[in-house]
């Protein structure tokens, strides 16, 4: 399976937002490269097209995905009836790796792309090892019993704790299993970029 080999702490200064630890954005806050940062130059303004084409670059880097992924959850939100940018909110946040970091089962999204890849997690008691896979409302998300006592897993209950589960989802943290409750909202997603801007880019 293709993926993106750009480190991540690379990715998240070029982009300017935190992709893993957000220690090394503030510490270098400017694009990576041999000159460092410019002294005494301001920043070149962005084109409208640049401004865009960053707001993309962002979820992509965000949610982990290539841009033919990325462009079919575009493709699928403009053919749903309603707002496109809010229409593909949901498709992203409906991903499977991503609601099981949502519900706090994982540190970060890659990792829970890797637990959802090496068979941890379960939907409605059916194993599911795709994490672009979507949920649906009453769906149920666990953590497989004989994976329950490996020693990643046994600091979900800690990073639970410091996650902020969103209203859509519930989770019962000391059975490792949480719910899908209803649909993501963009009021309930907090987003660093811009989805309007991704649908103007791709509406060019």
Not at 16 to 22: H, M, Q
Not at 95 to 120: I, P
Not at 128 to 136: A, Q
Request: net charge positive; glycine share 6%.
């Amino acid at each position: 399976m293709a993926k993106n080999q750009i480190p991540i702490v690379k990715l998240s200064r070029r982009l300017g937002i935190a992709l893993g630890k957000e220690k090394y954005v503030r510490r270098r806050p400017y694009a990576p490269g041999v000159h460092g940062p410019k002294q005494g130059k301001q920043k070149s303004r962005l084109s409208s097209y640049g401004e865009q084409l960053l707001e993309k670059q962002k979820a992509k880097a965000i949610y982990g995905l290539l841009e033919k992924q990325f462009c079919k959850y575009f493709e699928k939100a403009s053919q749903s009836k309603g707002n496109t940018s809010e229409a593909m909110i949901q498709l992203l946040e409906k991903r499977l790796d991503n609601v099981v970091y949502r519900l706090g089962l994982a540190k970060t999204r890659r990792q829970a792309r890797q637990l959802v890849s090496h068979g941890f997690v379960m939907v409605n008691d059916a194993l599911v090892d795709i994490p672009s896979y979507s949920v649906r409302v009453g769906e149920k998300i666990s953590v497989k019993e004989n994976k329950k006592q490996k020693g990643v897993v046994k600091q979900m209950a800690e990073i639970h704790r410091e996650n902020q589960v969103p209203k859509w989802l519930v989770c019962e943290v000391a059975k490792l299993e949480g719910k899908v409750t209803g649909e993501p909202q963009a009021e309930d997603v907090e987003m660093a970029f811009n989805p309007r801007l991704i649908v103007e880019y791709y509406s060019r």
